[in-house]
């Protein structure tokens, strides 16, 4: 069985991690058929990018078995190689991508999911810097992610701690977008992913790219930045159409073009 599945349904990327009985933990196989899924999420007829986790976890990181074994692959190798091409895809892809976080994400395995534009979980789930416990460094872009997703003294401690902080606490302090109860979390979590499948995906596209520049850009930067992407966002069909449908009172058809 493959270590990830992958379906389009309604226009949707459907990325499932899939080693259960290891809690998703990433091996090399995983981590090269997720960055393959991504690059086929680039396809047009993909509007929105859902990932999410087999089982009761999300996925518990970098797979220490893998790690330990005799010909393992140094530190650089498993970065340059495994993670940074998957956050790197993620922050790329020119769609939104929502991370259903469906139980426990740890180490690697929450620094991808925090990557996401759009990070929601079940009641159940939690998150966990747990790199410094073996003595390792927050990586895939967890070091630059959570500290301005939560503040610097917030990162700095769960960095450091590596404590496990549940859903209804992730949601408080800014980690994540929102949580659901574990019964309605599939249904509540697809329909944002088919909400969005379903709106301007060329804006979408831009205001990610906006996100990206505004984490390094100053003030006046990303006014042109933004200057230049409404520009574009103006030449599409789907901002006429958004137009045209507001005048005449009715609902849009977003085609994504
Ligand atoms: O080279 C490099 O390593 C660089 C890259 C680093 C990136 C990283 O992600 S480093 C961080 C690696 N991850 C961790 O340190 C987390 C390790 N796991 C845990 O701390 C706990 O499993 C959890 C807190 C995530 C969940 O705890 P719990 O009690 O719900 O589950 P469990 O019983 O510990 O785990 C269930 C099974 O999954 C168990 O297998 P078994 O005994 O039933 O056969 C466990 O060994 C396995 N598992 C969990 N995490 C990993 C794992 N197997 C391999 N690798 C794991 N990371």
Request: net charge neutral.
């Amino acid at each position: 069985m493959a270590s990830i599945l992958f379906e389009i349904k309604d226009a949707i990327g459907i990325i499932t991690l899939y080693r259960p009985d290891k809690l998703n933990a990433f091996n090399r196989e995983m981590a090269l058929l997720m960055q393959e899924k991504l690059d086929e999420c680039k396809n047009e007829e993909v509007r929105c990018v859902y990932i999410t986790g087999a089982g009761k976890g999300f996925s518990a990181g970098q797979d220490l078995a893998e790690v330990t074994e005799p010909n393992a692959r140094g530190f650089d190798r498993i970065l340059s190689e495994h993670y940074n091409p998957i956050v790197q895809r993620i922050r790329q892809l020119e769609k939104p991508v929502v991370a259903a976080v469906n139980g426990v994400a740890a180490g690697a395995g929450a620094n991808i999911a925090l990557c996401c534009d759009i990070v929601v979980a079940a009641r159940s789930a939690s998150f966990i810097q747990a790199f410094s416990k073996i003595g390792l460094i927050p990586d895939s872009s967890g070091s630059y992610v959570l500290p301005r997703l939560i503040g610097w003294q917030k990162a700095s401690a769960l960095m450091m701690l590596g404590e496990k902080v549940s859903a209804e606490d992730a949601e408080r302090i800014g980690m994540i977008y929102k949580f659901f109860s574990d019964e309605t979390f599939a249904e509540n979590t697809m329909n944002i992913a088919k909400y969005l499948s379903q709106m301007p995906t060329k804006g979408l596209a831009y205001t990610k790219r906006l996100l990206n520049s505004s984490l390094t850009a100053s003030f006046e930067d990303q006014l042109k930045q933004e200057d230049i992407f409404q520009m574009k966002a103006a030449q599409t069909e789907d901002y006429k159409e958004g137009v045209k449908a507001f005048m005449e009172k009715r609902i849009p058809s977003f085609k994504g073009k």
